[in-house]
């Protein structure tokens, strides 16, 4: 049986059959995913979030529509996030905000909400349900807002009132909480801040209208109290106009015990001169 091996060779031990693995490794799935992707960009070829002219990777704005988007850098008000022109050192409050200062107590933003790529992007994914938006869009805001996110305890996203709900179909701002979740590891509480008061549309009214509208708009039931209690939220939507949504759902979380409210948005109108 062993003639054929060497002299003063011995022949290998035997060897048990290896374990059944599982039926699909992390890197298997990897590949199969990978494979997956390919396979429906030949059928569906990536295209630009904003213009879907074509582009190398899904999910992505092509180059020019990127040069088209003023994104939010420092240096800005720290606590309106609105840019400022010149660096004139840390901490600088800008005159608005001194005037009238917010409920909250900072805000960040990706970019502005300019007419172009931002409002596309965010109309994309509001009114003609772009789901896919909201993964990319959360990454972003992650990226953008580091600061309001580090210790934070839970992300609050501006809640629609039931009626707006069903003919809406979902909520953009849960979407996009759940997704600067996936980035950043805080949590989602989906029912922490109800909205009780159907306020009709707000676009075209001026920010004391806003604020008039919003007036009772937002409730914190006892068992939510007990869960944000003391507790550091984030409050995730798409576009931050005027802030009176804001100020309103803030006003309604502080009051039942929160410790502090940041605002992170996709978008965030930035009035020029």
């Known amino acids: ?13 035997a060897r048990e059959p290896p374990e059944a693995g599982p039926p699909l490794t992390a890197r298997a799935r990897e590949a199969a995913l990978a494979i997956g992707r390919r396979a429906l960009d030949l059928f569906y070829p990536p295209s630009c979030m904003s213009c879907r002219a074509a582009v190398s990777a899904p999910h992505t704005l092509c180059a020019e529509c990127w ?7 420092r240096p800005y008000c720290e606590r309106l996030g609105t840019p400022f022109a010149q660096d004139l050192g840390p901490g600088l409050l800008s005159p608005e905000c001194m005037a009238d200062p917010p409920v909250w107590q900072r805000a960040r933003a990706v970019c502005a909400f300019d007419e172009g790529p931002a409002r596309r992007i965010i109309y994309r994914f ?28 839970r992300l609050i996203p501006i809640p629609l009132h039931r009626i707006r709900l069903i ?34 549309p707000q676009v075209g009214l001026s920010k004391l209208q806003r604020s008039v509208n919003l007036q009772g708009a937002f409730f914190v039931g006892d068992e939510a109290k007990m869960r944000i209690a003391g507790a550091r939220l984030v409050l995730i939507d798409d576009v931050l ?17 929160a410790a502090n409210v940041d605002v992170l948005t996709f978008a965030r109108v930035v009035l020029s001169g």
């Open 1 to 13: 049986m062993s003639s054929w091996l060497p002299a003063g060779a011995q022949a290998p031990a």
């Open 67 to 73: 040069t088209q988007v003023r994104f939010i850098e």
């Open 126 to 153: 509001k009114y003609w349900d772009r789901m896919e938006v909201a993964g990319p869009a959360g990454l972003w805001m992650a990226r953008a807002g580091p600061d309001v996110l580090d210790g934070a305890d």
């Open 167 to 200: 003919s809406r179909r979902f909520n953009q701002a849960a979407a996009l909480a759940h997704s600067v979740s996936d980035a950043c590891g805080v949590p989602v509480d989906l029912h922490a801040l109800e909205r009780v008061k159907p306020t009709p």
């Open 241 to 257: 106009t005027t802030g009176a949504t804001a100020n309103a759902a803030a006003r309604a979380l502080l009051r039942a015990g």
